[in-house]
């Protein structure tokens, strides 16, 4: 059985910084590529961040580039979001998927996801 765990959302303040984590376990971790997205309050999905099983190619959507670093430990089943320089736009429950890209928004299941609140 597949699961996602996310953790390490909160509350911070505009410019501040929070690293999230997904634990994955139940299906081969390091053959998968691996998405963050997130869904802010009364608002769609959104894909945020993918990276490759193998190469850790990375990808982002505009919003975020230069702010966000997604990263993977294939050896721990493990994913991260590092986000930096916060934006209240940031504000979403975060989720992490198998899949890449756009791709991502259709895989199932997800964890309970993390809630990332950027207020000050």
């Known amino acids: 059985e597949v699961q996602l765990v996310e953790s390490g959302g909160g509350l911070v303040q505009p410019g501040g910084s929070l690293n999230l984590s997904c634990a994955a376990s139940?299906?081969?971790?390091?053959?998968?590529?691996m998405s963050w997205v997130r869904q802010a309050p009364g608002k769609g999905l959104e894909w945020v961040s993918s990276?490759?099983?193998?190469?850790?190619?990375?990808t982002y959507i505009d919003s975020v580039k230069g702010r966000f670093t997604i990263s993977r430990d294939n050896t721990k089943n493990m994913l991260y979001l590092q986000m930096n320089s916060l934006k209240p736009d940031d504000t979403a429950v975060y989720y992490c998927a198998q899949g890449w890209g756009l791709g991502a928004l259709g895989r199932r299941p997800w964890g309970q996801g993390t809630q990332v609140t950027v207020s000050s």
């Open positions: 990276i490759k099983s193998r190469d850790r190619a990375t």
């Open positions: 139940g299906f081969a971790f390091s053959s998968y590529d």
